[in-house]
């Protein structure tokens, strides 16, 4: 069964930096690609990053680019986002969402972690 | 705004059909494949359909999709309470080079 736990979702200050994890299994890691998906509060369903299921193509978000950083530890079946330079508009629920293939230019997700909050006030 | 863009809402009673539009552009949905998410309250999103009209297992038959150019559809018929949701679509686009959803559909089951 594909089980995919994110943690390390929080407050923060804006300006602040914070790291998600996302533990995956019942799949092999290596061969899926992953992506993050965030939700801010009442709001839609906003995709944030991916990476290849080998860690070496990484795509961002133009609102989180140069601030954002996806990578992936193949050895630990898990997923990071570090996020620093946090502003109040990245307040959301953070999803982990596992793509069908190792390529990660897709939109389909086909299964989702239950996501971890992140709230960016001071 | 999002790139694609889907009615807020959406509204049927129980055993009508309903449909919900996404529309892109020749960058996302003209060159690649739709994908249909189904989020219900306070939980998190569902992949309900995938690369334009397929089914993944364990989601029923009432559900379908389709798509043409830059337009796609979602189709649910025999509605049923428990489609009360959100729906979004979602592409992944090539000028972006990112993936983009649209802004949601809440339907709602009178």
């Known amino acids: 069964e594909v089980q995919l736990l994110e943690s390390g979702g929080g407050l923060v200050q804006p300006g602040g930096s914070l790291r998600l994890s996302c533990a995956a299994s019942g799949f092999t890691f290596s061969s899926f690609a992953m992506s993050w998906v965030r939700q801010a509060p009442g709001k839609g369903l906003e995709w944030v990053s991916a990476v290849s299921g080998s860690g070496g193509s990484t795509y961002y978000a133009d609102s989180v680019k140069g601030r954002f950083s996806i990578s992936r530890d193949n050895s630990k079946n898990t997923l990071y986002l570090q996020m620093n330079s946090l502003r109040a508009e990245d307040t959301a629920v953070y999803y982990c969402?596992?793509?069908?293939?190792?390529?990660?230019?897709?939109?389909?997700?086909?299964?989702w972690g239950q996501g971890t909050l992140v709230t960016v006030s001071s | 705004q999002s790139v694609l863009t889907q009615p807020p809402s959406a509204s049927g009673t129980p055993g009508q059909r309903v449909t919900i539009s996404c529309s892109g552009s020749s960058s996302n949905l003209g060159t690649n494949t739709v994908n249909w998410y189904q989020q219900l309250p306070g939980t998190a999103p569902k992949l309900l359909i995938y690369s334009n009209n397929h089914r993944p297992s364990g989601v029923p038959d009432r559900f379908s999709g389709s798509k043409s150019g830059t337009s796609a559809s979602l189709a649910i018929s025999g509605l049923q309470s428990e489609d009360e949701a959100d729906y979004y679509c979602?592409?992944?686009?090539?000028?972006?080079?990112?993936?983009?959803f649209g802004g949601g559909t809440q339907l709602t089951v009178l």
């Open positions: 969402a596992k793509a069908p293939h190792i390529v990660a230019t897709t939109a389909y997700f086909d299964f």
């Open positions: 979602a592409a992944w686009d090539d000028s972006l080079n990112g993936a983009v």
